[in-house]
């Protein structure tokens, strides 16, 4: 007999918790910035480190757990459609989705608003989804399942 996957209830997360992490992840990636800035005087190093150390950030936590701590801290993390964990490959995508994102003035950002499973460009790209946690698995009562007579 064929063992069929476990269904779960994914409620997508919107447009402002989104927002949200995404300032947390700024203040924490900006703090680092600016330590580096006082340590080092020369723009360039500190333009450069910055660049190294957010995609590291970005591309690292998605892949670790899912998560930035700014999801963290609201409880929010990206999966990919299939709900399996994001691997390299799909953190990159995510990672040019956002710099697709940007260079189109934030409108890939701002669809996530309008889309009816809560994806920005980058997230379609990606082929994922930023989901509330904790999801929880549909449990299925045998009554709700039978005809009425």
């Given at each position: 007999?064929?063992k069929k ?5 994914l409620?997508y997360a919107?447009?402002w918790?989104?927002?949200?992490a ?24 500190w333009?450069?480190s910055?660049l190294v ?9 998605w892949v670790?757990?899912?998560?930035t701590p700014g999801?963290?801290?609201?409880g ?12 390299w ?10 710099i697709?994102?940007?260079i189109t003035l ?7 608003a ?18 509330k946690?904790p ?8 009554a ?6």
């Amino acid at each position: 007999m064929e063992k069929k996957p476990k269904e779960f209830a994914l409620e997508y997360a919107g447009f402002w918790i989104r927002l949200g992490a995404g300032v947390i992840d700024l203040l924490t990636l900006g703090s680092a910035v600016v330590v580096i800035a006082c340590l080092f005087h020369a723009p360039v190093i500190w333009v450069t480190s910055g660049l190294v150390i957010s995609i590291a950030y970005w591309l690292g936590f998605w892949v670790w757990r899912g998560q930035t701590p700014g999801k963290m801290a609201l409880g929010i993390k990206v999966i990919r459609t299939d709900s399996s964990p994001v691997k390299w490959q799909c953190a990159l995508c995510r990672f040019f989705g956002y710099i697709v994102s940007l260079i189109t003035l934030f409108i890939g950002f701002a669809w996530i608003a309008f889309d009816g499973r809560k994806q920005g460009i980058h997230d379609k790209i990606a082929d994922t989804y930023v989901v509330k946690l904790p999801v929880r698995q549909v449990a299925f009562h045998r009554a709700l399942c039978s005809r009425p007579s």
